[in-house]
C-alpha cells in the first residue's frame, strides 16, 4: 500500500508556516499534529548551579527562567539524549542579563533568542551561573516543547451558487484558515476571514474538502518548520519500524 | 516581578519583545494594540501577557 | 517498546504495546481498520494517576484464517510507509 500525499505551502517563514495536505486521514493528520508538540527533542536548560546570586529572585526561579529559553537544538544524531552542554552566564549589576548573555560551549547550541531578559541586576548585585542543556521531548517538560500553537484545519472549498437577490443585504459569513477558490488557495487573512468581503453579491456554498488539511505550524526557534515536520515524520516512522521488529522476534 | 519568559497557555516566547513594548507603549504613548501587531504577537494568549505585566523588581529590591 | 500478549486466540489478540501513547496508536489503529483482513481493532489507554494498566492494549480481531500477529507486523509496515511518504511529499515541497 502506497499512500500518495501532496504537499503544497501557502505561508512560509523560517518560524511559521501553513502548508496544505492532501490525501492524509484525519488520524495520522493528527498523529503528525501530536509528535510534532510532544515528541521531537530539542534542546533546554535542565540544570543549573548558582555561583553567586544576589539578585532578587531565588535560585529555582532564575532556573526555571533559564530553562525556558529555547536553544538552537543540533541536526539529528549530532547529539544523544544523554549529552549535556554547558552554558555559562556572568553578569554584574546594575545591568539586565539577558538570555543573550549566556555563553556556550558549542556553536549548535545557542540561544535562538537573545533579547529575553533573566532578571534585572542592581547595584551590587552579581549573577554567576553555569547551566546544563539536555535534548529531551516537550511529553516530559514544556520547555523542550519545540512547536507552539501547531494545528490543522480542513482546506475549505468555496463555490459561487449564484447571485443575492438585488434588495437583500449580505450577511457577513466568517471562516478562517484557507479556502480553496477554483484551484487557487486563498488564505482567509486576505478578506478579513469575511466571505462577503471576497464575493460581494454572491451566494457562496462552502464545503469541508475530504483528506486535505491545512496545517499551521509556528516554532519557538529552537527548530525551522521543516526540521519540526520532518523530525516528526521521522519519529513517527522509527516507532513502526521498532513495533515492526518487535512483532517478527 | 520578572516578565515571563513564554505565554502560559501557547508556550510562544514573549519575553524577547517586552523591552520594547514597555518602552513604546507604557513608556511611550503608542497604542498598545498596534505595537503588539507591530511586534507580532499576534495570539490574544501572548497579548495579555505583555500588556498585563508590571516589573516588581524596583518595588522589592530594597527589602533584600 | 515492549511488547506483552495479554490474550491470544486464532482471530483475536490483545497485546501491551509498553511506552506508547496516542500518538502511534490511534495512527496504528487506524492503519489496522483500513487493513483487508482486520474485522475490529481499537485500543484503550488508561491515565496514569489511575494505577494499574496504565499501557495501551491493543486489540485486534481478524477475518479469513489471518494471524492478527501477521496483520499487526502489516499494519506497522503500512504506518512507516505512510511516515516516509509523507516525509518525502513534505520535502519535495520544501
Not at chain 1, 530539542?42 to 526555571?64: C, K
Not at chain 1, 447571485?163 to 484558515?177: C, T
Not at chain 3, 481498520?33 to 494505577?51: I, K, M, R, W
Request: proline share 4%.
Amino acid at each position: 500500500m502506497s499512500e500518495e500525499y501532496d504537499v503544497e505551502f501557502v505561508e512560509r517563514e523560517e518560524r511559521e508556516a501553513r502548508f496544505l495536505v492532501r490525501g492524509i486521514s484525519p488520524g495520522f493528520a493528527n498523529g503528525i499534529r501530536r509528535a510534532m508538540v510532544a515528541d521531537v527533542p530539542t534542546m533546554a536548560i535542565d540544570t543549573v548551579r548558582f555561583i553567586e546570586n544576589s539578585s532578587v529572585m531565588f535560585d529555582e526561579q532564575l532556573a526555571l527562567r533559564l530553562g525556558l529559553v529555547p536553544l538552537t537544538t543540533p541536526p539529528e544524531g549530532e547529539f544523544g539524549e544523554d549529552d549535556t552542554v554547558t552554558l555559562s552566564i556572568d553578569v554584574e549589576g546594575p545591568a539586565t542579563a539577558y538570555s543573550g548573555d549566556l555563553v556556550s560551549e558549542d556553536d549548535l547550541v545557542q540561544p535562538a533568542d537573545e533579547n529575553v531578559p533573566i532578571i534585572e541586576l542592581k547595584e551590587d548585585q552579581r549573577l554567576e551561573a553555569e547551566a546544563d542543556a539536555v535534548l529531551d521531548r516537550g511529553k516530559d517538560h514544556a520547555k523542550h516543547q519545540g512547536g507552539v500553537a501547531i494545528g490543522y484545519r480542513h482546506l475549505q472549498r468555496v463555490e459561487v451558487v449564484g447571485d443575492l437577490p438585488e434588495f437583500e443585504e449580505q450577511e457577513s459569513r466568517i471562516v478562517r484558515g484557507v479556502i480553496e477558490d477554483d484551484g487557487e488557495l486563498v488564505p482567509t487573512s486576505e478578506f478579513d476571514h469575511d466571505l462577503s468581503n471576497r464575493y460581494p453579491g454572491k451566494e457562496v456554498e462552502v464545503e469541508d474538502v475530504p483528506n486535505a488539511f491545512v496545517f499551521h505550524v509556528e516554532t519557538d526557534g529552537s527548530l525551522d518548520v521543516e526540521e519540526l515536520v520532518t523530525r516528526a515524520a521521522d519519529s513517527i516512522e522509527s516507532r513502526a519500524t521498532e513495533l515492526e521488529e518487535a512483532v517478527q522476534l | 516581578m520578572m516578565v515571563p519568559v513564554r505565554c502560559f497557555t501557547c508556550g510562544n516566547v514573549v519575553g524577547e519583545h517586552w523591552e520594547e513594548f514597555d518602552e513604546r507603549a507604557n513608556e511611550g504613548d503608542e497604542d498598545p494594540q498596534e505595537v503588539l501587531d507591530d511586534l507580532g504577537v499576534d495570539r490574544y494568549c501572548c497579548r495579555r501577557m505583555l500588556v498585563s505585566h508590571t516589573d516588581l523588581v524596583d518595588v522589592v529590591s530594597p527589602y533584600q | 517498546m515492549e511488547l506483552r500478549v495479554t490474550e491470544r486466540t486464532d482471530d483475536e489478540l490483545s497485546i501491551e504495546i509498553a511506552g506508547e501513547d496516542h500518538t502511534f496508536m490511534n495512527v496504528l489503529k487506524g492503519t489496522l481498520l483500513e487493513h483487508e483482513d482486520v474485522s475490529a481493532a481499537t485500543y484503550d489507554v488508561n491515565p496514569e494517576q489511575s494505577g494499574g494498566q496504565t499501557e495501551p492494549i491493543l486489540t485486534i480481531k481478524t477475518e479469513d484464517d489471518v494471524d492478527p500477529i501477521d496483520a499487526l507486523e502489516e499494519a506497522a509496515g503500512d504506518v512507516r510507509d505512510k511516515a516516509v511518504s509523507f516525509r518525502e511529499a513534505f520535502e519535495a515541497a520544501a
